[in-house]
């Protein structure tokens, strides 16, 4: 009667349709973004990434460094033991490469046989020591399928963001 509350009545309910959409769209952007074989980030994860990077590089003067992985003769692996050895070879290089980056490493792979990660804050005589460790790591990793062991080498380049790189610039350098 004098205006104050006395008691108050909260009511919870799930929204089942609303949370099953919710984690449709996050399942649809994750599938997206990520290589659904290997679990790293694909080509367009790549790219986002690659500008947004280069944004604070421009911004903020945040440098990055970026190591190309290039699978030497991959396609052997195909035609000889099979697609899906070759698929066990990619995922045994992503899981190899998940283990030994930084968690604020972005590891991703934009074509078939080739990786790129991006390192932040990182120098280049310190990003060219990690892109030859990473090199010895690919070589000395390796599955074994029918009794065979089954390994690969890699071709790697690197570089450091420079003034008016673009994604294309970048990629192109660590190709070259």
Not at 27 to 53: H, K, P, W, Y
Not at 130 to 159: H, M, P, Q, W
């Amino acid at each position: 009667s004098n205006g104050a509350i006395t008691g108050c009545i909260e009511t919870f309910a799930e929204s089942y349709a609303q949370s099953q959409v919710l984690q449709e769209l996050w399942q649809t952007n994750e599938a997206g973004m990520t290589d659904l074989l290997v679990g790293v980030g694909n080509e367009r994860f790549c790219e986002i990434n690659l500008s947004t990077r280069i944004y604070e590089f421009n911004t903020f003067n945040v440098g990055f460094g970026v190591i190309l992985i290039d699978l030497d003769l991959f396609k052997n692996i195909n035609t000889t033991y099979g697609e899906k050895t070759g698929d066990d070879v990619l995922i045994m290089i992503a899981r190899t490469l998940s283990g030994v980056m930084r968690k604020l490493d972005i590891i991703t792979r934009p074509e078939n046989d080739e990786f790129v990660i991006i390192v932040p804050n990182m120098p280049a005589d310190v990003l060219k020591k990690v892109a030859d460790r990473l090199r010895i790591l690919v070589k000395n990793s390796f599955i074994e399928s029918n009794d065979a062991k089954i390994a690969v080498t890699a071709s790697l380049g690197a570089t450091v963001v420079k003034a008016g790189d673009t994604p294309a610039s970048i990629l192109d350098r660590v190709h070259a």
